[in-house]
């Protein structure tokens, strides 16, 4: 995907770049978490939104961003890290 001349790039609400890179890679790093630690709750860039409310009650979590540095991933330069 990533020697691919050109691949879609979205936005997410924030303004932020989403690729297929970050959505494929979100997946599987949380279903491996899952079938690894299937009680520890994972808050991922790419996943499910939390509220506080119900966060603040998790007394282990897994944070997980897929993809970091998604717009250096876009141009290409190498200067990301997954």
Do not use: C, H
């Not at 879609?8 to 303004?15: I, T």
């Not at 599987?28 to 603040?56: A, N």
């Not at 998604?70 to 190498?78: L, M, R, Y």
């Amino acid at each position: 995907m990533y020697q691919k001349a050109d691949f879609e790039v979205e936005s997410k609400q924030d303004d932020s770049p989403l690729t297929l890179a970050d959505k494929k890679s979100n997946e599987v790093i949380v279903k491996e978490l899952k079938g690894l630690y299937p009680k520890i709750l994972i808050l991922s860039e790419e996943g499910t939104y939390f509220s506080y409310e119900e966060r603040k009650r998790w007394n282990y979590l897994w944070l997980v961003d897929p993809l970091d540095g998604a717009k250096e991933f876009i141009k290409k330069n190498g200067e990301f890290k997954y």
